[in-house]
């Protein structure tokens, strides 16, 4: 736009994760406003894109607009209009716009070799979805998963924003933990090692993953990345069904100097409770990614 600065515009929409209509427009707002965080940005104004059935109650539709629209307050922004069109399935989500300094701009392919990979939430939260569809999930486990999806990313942002070192970043979403760190390093020549030990999950996920309440989507990104990642050791597949797993509304994944590491990720803890260093960036070899 100037000199000084930028525009970034993002759209997501997803069916209900959850039963409530003020979490799923909760949830689906988190989600939509992501990806302005994981520029470097800030949200500035947003606009509703909501589908829903003919018999679906007012209160329903009400609720989900209500969710989303103080998860916009909470972020700093604005909804200034938007869109609905009757559909079977209920669909929400927001198209973003918001602004960044040119120079500012982060980047998901701008990894370093040496590079420390910061991960800020747990994952799992597609296998307590379904833990909770399938009401294997206790109150606990659902409100560990709830917590973490409504959480703003603008949170983690905030907190690093004026720290060096920050090379890349981006927004771990439905694609999974293990096929976002592709993207990152998709044809710079550099892998991401991954220790999986160091990866967080949330409350549930391994016995979920243990009892084999994967998403769909989870085969899916194993199809597709497969070919694309090395196991360094024996890891049991319930593990590699949770780095599988496709997140909702998930945290950053931050690409920094190892210099500046530490402080970044001290920075990160005190709002981020889960965040962890879990990876590192070194020379590439037939496999982007690989797992120890």
Known sequence: MTDELALIQTVDIFPPAVDDPYEYGQIAAANSLSDV????????????????PEDMPPDAVNAILRGGYDKVMEAGAIVVGGHTIKDDIPKYGLCVSGLVHPDKILKNNAIRENDILILTKAIGTGLLINATKGEIADEAQYKSGLDSMVCLNKYAAEAVQDLDGIHACTDVTGFSIIGH???????????????????PFLPGAEDFAKMGLVPAATYANRRYLKKHVG??????????????????????????????????LEALKKVCPYAEAIGKIVKGNEHPISII
């Open 37 to 52: 965080w994981a520029m470097g940005g800030k949200a500035r104004l947003c606009m509703n894109i909501l589908m829903y």
């Open 181 to 199: 760190s592709f993207e990152m390093c998709e044809g710079t020549g550099l892998q991401a090692l991954i220790n999986h030990k160091k990866v």
């Open 231 to 264: 196991l360094l050791s024996d890891i049991p597949e319930y593990i590699t069904d949770i780095l599988y797993d496709p997140q909702t509304s998930g945290g950053l994944l931050y690409s920094v100097d190892q210099n500046n590491a530490p402080y970044v």
